[in-house]
């Protein structure tokens, strides 16, 4: 049995982190909502403010960590191999097939998940953050002068910030199945938590 | 096993963290308040006692004597009086698309009693003078203004029923003049907790329960606590109070504030000191109110006159509140009332006698102006008084019907039953035509609540607004609120694609199994 070191105590660090934060936010975000009652509109609201702060931190140093090290390579797009990676999903994964792409450091995501988590780094996150803070900070701009910000009210970035959780949901939902998708069906798994993939 | 323990571990302390990081790290907020507790807890010491000057021993013939008394030292308060609303009741104010307008009660309309005019001799009772008893009044006679009302010591001093102001005979003037001091909430309530003829009709949340309050009716009134008085708030530089009610005043001016003592951001969250830009302070920490006495709630003029053997006659209900009386119609009251809401900038606009009316709607007696869009706009409490009046079909006009009259035959509604008469009379002394056609219309009015301030712990939580099928914001729908609105559109196909996911993923996963199962039994 041949083991690699696939994620760094940073990158693992830093997808924990993230994992938990994005779904204190779904829980405490759909409260706020009025999807569903659970830790109560007040301390939905407070736990969901704090997370997002500290969410905002760790993807400032998530970003610098990316740019020092280079692995903001690992997200460039390609096509290469994009079709058989389909393929693998939609076929040849019932018949015990081989991953079409093999994982190592340099390149360690297949091009599915390159644009996929490239699209949540450059699309849904900046609307998150960004609608995000504008819901925290924005202050009615009407009264605090800042023309730039002059939106009248919260409507349009409470429904941006509403209709990007709902993909980030069902991001979440495909993400924590295709953990199983692996070597084995931990393998994934237990590579993220430990940083060493079995091959 | 390790790496799940720390993950574990990894997850407490971040939630840890999150939890941490709301508990309140300052103290500021109770500093202020001790500060201000400080300085309001500092009893007043009178300079002068009145019952040791050589002037104000004798026996005074009239109560206007006691009043060329008092001015014999004070040599120009009653100049301050005479330009106060109390005495003029009426307030030069610029309302938007009137221009300068001299508008209060002495020429308004309401929904209750409608207006003073033709029943002076009886609406005066609660006038700072003596003597208004018709349109003849002189607002010039120093001598007639009521110094003691509002600054009596004794309790003993009162107006007389249906006397134009003047006292009743067996008040003992000149202990009065002796024991005059600062106002007490007994001089102010006396008139101000009875408008509209009975306790708490019109405000709803001023009635004598405000006497003497407990912690639970109102935290600043409390006896048990600070126990301001009226004028602690209400301060009165050179007899100009500060504070007016706007189904008579129109300006944003001279307005009380609870800003005045507490700041504008007197929370320790933020996010409740960021819902003061929009949101008035009244509007969270006065829950209810009526909270003791009911207050009139709507009024139906239409249903008066109706008599039993020939004589007028009264109903109450349970709690003693009169639901019908012969000469004003039916009521209704309520206790313990949630306040509606309305936006409000600090103006605003009245039925002026004489505008005409569109029926198709309801008429509004005062309308209180503000929206979302305008920067100056909150949201405040009120009591919205609802009614069923008397007004001209053909003029489109509400009438002021004589009520009052001393006796039978003089045309006074509450004396003849006469619709028609008296609705001639009232409108023929404001000088407005009168078509002899008379209807009654659904009438509103506004009347923003600030007082029955309870205490923090009682005050309106998240949820009450925040949520999606009770709010009790439901009414203002000009703008987007969190946990209350939401895109249909957006949480269908949001929805949708959760279900659609969710799907997939077993889907995927059954056909993978029943692969796997397949290709062993082949094996």
């Known amino acids: ?199 | 096993m390790k790496n799940y323990i720390s993950i574990l571990l990894f997850f407490g302390a971040l939630l840890l963290l999150i939890i941490l990081s709301q508990l309140p790290y300052t103290t500021k907020q109770s500093d202020d308040l001790s500060d201000l507790k400080a300085e309001y807890s500092q009893k007043h010491i009178p300079s002068v006692d009145h019952s040791k000057l050589g002037e104000l021993q004798r026996d005074f013939k009239t109560p206007q004597d006691v009043t060329k008394a008092c001015i014999s030292c004070h040599t120009e308060r009653h100049k301050e009086v005479m330009q106060s609303a109390h005495w003029n009741w009426e307030r030069e104010a610029f309302i938007e698309g009137r221009g300068v307008t001299y508008a209060g009660k002495k020429n308004l309309l309401n929904n209750f009693c409608i207006g003073i005019g033709g029943s002076e001799v009886s609406c005066t009772r609660c006038h700072v003078g003596y003597g208004w008893k018709d349109l003849s009044f002189d607002f010039t006679v120093e001598e007639n203004i009521d110094c003691i009302v509002c600054h009596d010591g004794t309790g003993d001093y009162y107006k007389a029923i249906n006397a134009a102001g003047y006292p009743g005979d067996d008040v003992d003037l000149q202990n009065a003049a002796q024991n005059v001091g600062h106002p007490q909430r007994s001089n102010c309530g006396n008139c101000h907790f009875f408008g509209g003829g009975g306790n708490n009709v019109k405000h709803g949340d001023l009635e004598e329960a405000m006497f003497a309050p407990s912690r639970d009716i109102d935290v600043h009134m409390a006896v048990e606590g600070m126990d301001l008085q009226c004028v602690a708030c209400h301060k009165a530089e050179n007899h100009r109070l500060l504070g007016k009610m706007y189904s008579v005043s129109s300006m944003n001016r001279d307005r009380v504030t609870c800003e005045q003592c507490h700041g504008e951001s007197p929370h320790q969250k933020n996010i409740l000191n960021e819902h003061t830009i929009k949101v008035a302070c009244q509007t969270c920490h006065i829950p209810i109110y009526a909270k003791v006495n009911a207050t009139k709630t709507s009024w139906d003029w239409s249903t008066a006159g109706r008599l039993k053997d020939g004589k007028p006659y009264n109903e109450n209900d349970d709690d003693g509140n009169i639901t019908y009386i012969s000469i004003k119609g039916s009521f209704t009251w309520e206790k313990k009332i949630e306040p509606e809401y309305c936006w409000f900038n600090g103006t605003a606009d009245h039925y002026f006698i004489g505008d005409k009316v569109d029926t198709t709607k309801v008429v509004k007696m005062n309308t209180l102006n503000g929206e979302y869009a305008d920067p100056e706009s909150k949201i405040i409490p009120v009591k919205i008084h609802r009614a069923k009046q008397i007004y001209d079909c053909m003029n489109k006009m509400v009438i002021q019907p004589k009520l009052y009259a001393e006796e039978e035959g003089q045309g006074g509604y509450w004396k003849d039953f006469d619709w028609d008469l008296a609705a001639k009379i009232g409108m023929e002394a404001l000088d407005v035509p009168y078509s002899g056609f008379f209807c009654f219309v659904n009438t509103e009015m506004y009347w923003p609540i600030n007082h029955m301030v309870s205490t923090k712990e009682k005050s309106v939580s998240c949820k009450e607004c925040h949520n999606r099928t009770e709010s009790r914001l439901a009414g203002l729908q000009d703008f987007y609120m969190p946990g209350r609105d939401h895109s249909v559109v957006i949480d269908f196909f949001g929805i949708v694609l959760i279900v659609l996911s969710l799907a997939g993923v077993i889907i995927h996963g059954v056909i993978r199994i029943v692969a796997h199962n397949k290709r062993i039994s082949e094996e």
Do not use: C
Request: aromatic share 16%; charged share 15%.
């Open chain 1, 1 to 199: 049995m041949k083991k690699i070191y696939i994620y760094k105590a940073f990158e693992r660090f830093w997808h924990w982190m993230q994992a938990a934060l994005i779904i204190i936010l779904i829980i405490t975000g759909f409260e706020i909502h009025s999807s569903f009652e659970f830790f109560g509109y007040e301390n939905a609201v407070n736990y969901h403010s704090s997370s997002a702060v500290i969410f905002i931190i760790l993807i400032i140093f998530s970003i610098f960590w990316h740019f020092a090290t280079g692995e903001w390579k690992q997200y460039i797009p390609t096509t290469k191999n994009l079709k058989e990676q389909i393929e693998y999903y939609l076929i040849g994964i019932f018949k015990n097939a081989q991953h079409p792409v093999e994982k190592h450091e340099l390149s360690k995501l297949n091009p599915l998940q390159r644009l996929t988590y490239l699209g949540l780094k450059l699309l849904i996150f900046p609307v998150m953050v960004g609608s995000g803070l504008l819901y925290l900070y924005y202050r009615y701009p009407q009264q605090g002068g800042i023309h730039i910000l002059d939106i009248g009210g919260l409507k349009v970035v409470a429904l941006l910030h509403t209709a990007s959780a709902f993909l980030l949901v069902a991001f979440l939902i495909a993400h924590l199945y295709l953990i199983t998708t692996g070597q084995t069906i931990t393998s994934n798994l237990k590579a993220m938590i430990t940083g060493w993939e079995e091959k």
